[in-house]
């Protein structure tokens, strides 16, 4: 990272030079603006990294941002005002400074990051919904196929297919809401045997993380929405993972038929390898949804 911001170093330095021959209040106005901007930058680089093809035109974009600042070559000292001469010419700081904030403006104004919301059909706060759905997943009983979930949409097209149960492959199941037999329903209302909904969203914010045993998210972070831990039972063949489902959550108004197919428990802290304290033998953990 540190290679890919060169020439905001070489920046910093012209404002220094731009210093010396400005007041102290431009002086400081301008490092201000050039640091606020090698953060925005860390951030832009961090998300790019990790949202992988999505981000793809962005990603050269933003190498090409900083390809036009690699120019600066060399800084030496001048007696024109707020100008330094550079090796292919002279160069405005306060301008060079103006067009990267629009640069890297454009640029963020482009990026964000998506997550599910399990349990829900709106997303939280100023988030866009890109398309709401039925939780799915590996059905209880079997003793293979995939761990994770789905959020399937609720309009699905179709390629080339043959009706009926082929028995070959795997097949993939609704989800439950399950606390049978257990004290506690941690929801507002009875959601036994209730099938789970979903909604995909998106967010402006590049970087988004599920974070366990937590009912608010870290400093710096934005929190999108709480819930509890929740995965398969662990008496149970299929494999599965765990997934936040909201605290509040909706059913797919279709009835309440114990189906089963995929479904979902609460999740409860073991000590042991796990220490107690902090945490306590057979409590069930929340989780957040936090976005920065």
Same mark, same amino acid.
């Given at each position: 990272?540190?290679?890919?911001?060169?020439?905001?170093?070489?920046?910093?330095?012209? /404002?220094?030079? %731009? /210093?010396?021959?400005?007041?102290?209040?431009?002086?400081?106005?301008?490092?201000?603006?050039?640091?606020?901007?090698?953060?925005?930058?860390?951030?832009?680089?961090?998300?790019?990294?990790?949202?992988?093809?999505?981000?793809?035109?962005?990603?050269?974009?933003?190498? $090409?941002?900083?390809?036009?600042?690699?120019?600066?070559?060399?800084?030496?000292?001048?007696?024109?005002?707020?100008?330094?001469?550079?090796?292919?010419?002279?160069?405005?700081?306060? $301008?060079?400074?103006?067009?990267?904030?629009?640069?890297?403006?454009?640029?963020?104004?482009?990026?964000?990051?998506?997550?599910?919301?399990?349990?829900?059909?709106?997303?939280?706060?100023?988030?866009?919904?890109?398309?709401?759905?039925?939780?799915?997943?590996?059905?209880?009983?079997?003793?293979?196929?995939?761990?994770?979930?789905?959020?399937?949409?609720?309009?699905?097209?179709?390629?080339?297919?043959?009706?009926?149960?082929?028995?070959?492959?795997?097949?993939?199941?609704?989800?439950? %809401?399950?606390?049978?037999?257990?004290?506690?329903?941690?929801?507002?209302?009875?959601?036994?045997?209730?099938?789970?909904?979903?909604?995909?969203?998106?967010?402006?914010?590049?970087?988004?993380?599920?974070?366990?045993?937590?009912?608010?998210?870290?400093?710096?972070?934005?929190?999108?929405?709480?819930?509890?831990?929740?995965?398969?039972?662990?008496?149970?063949?299929?494999?599965?993972?765990?997934?936040?489902?909201?605290?509040?959550?909706?059913?797919?108004?279709?009835?309440? $038929?114990?189906?089963?197919?995929?479904?979902? %428990?609460?999740?409860?802290?073991?000590?042991?390898?796990?220490?107690?304290?902090?945490?306590?033998?057979?409590?069930?953990?929340? /989780?957040?949804?936090?976005?920065?």
């Amino acid at each position: 990272m540190s290679e890919k911001i060169n020439f905001l170093i070489i920046l910093t330095l012209l /404002c220094c030079g %731009y /210093c010396k021959e400005n007041s102290e209040n431009e002086c400081k106005n301008l490092n201000e603006k050039v640091q606020t901007l090698q953060e925005e930058l860390r951030v832009i680089n961090k998300a790019l990294t990790d949202t992988s093809s999505e981000n793809k035109a962005l990603r050269n974009e933003f190498e $090409a941002l900083l390809t036009e600042f690699r120019v600066i070559k060399q800084i030496t000292g001048s007696n024109h005002g707020d100008k330094r001469f550079v090796a292919d010419g002279e160069m405005d700081v306060e $301008a060079a400074v103006a067009k990267l904030a629009k640069d890297v403006k454009m640029l963020t104004d482009g990026i964000g990051s998506t997550y599910v919301r399990w349990g829900r059909t709106t997303c939280p706060g100023n988030t866009t919904v890109i398309y709401k759905g039925f939780m799915g997943g590996n059905v209880y009983t079997d003793n293979g196929g995939p761990a994770n979930y789905l959020c399937l949409p609720d309009d699905p097209t179709w390629a080339k297919y043959q009706d009926g149960i082929q028995n070959e492959g795997n097949k993939i199941y609704g989800s439950e %809401y399950e606390h049978h037999g257990t004290n506690i329903n941690p929801f507002p209302q009875n959601m036994m045997d209730e099938d789970i909904p979903c909604a995909v969203c998106s967010t402006r914010r590049p970087l988004n993380i599920m974070v366990p045993a937590r009912t608010s998210c870290y400093t710096g972070w934005h929190l999108e929405y709480t819930g509890y831990l929740m995965t398969i039972k662990s008496d149970k063949p299929a494999a599965g993972e765990y997934v936040c489902i909201d605290d509040h959550p909706e059913a797919i108004p279709h009835g309440t $038929a114990n189906t089963n197919g995929n479904v979902m %428990y609460l999740v409860e802290a073991v000590c042991g390898t796990l220490p107690c304290l902090p945490y306590v033998n057979g409590r069930e953990l929340a /989780c957040s949804v936090c976005s920065k």
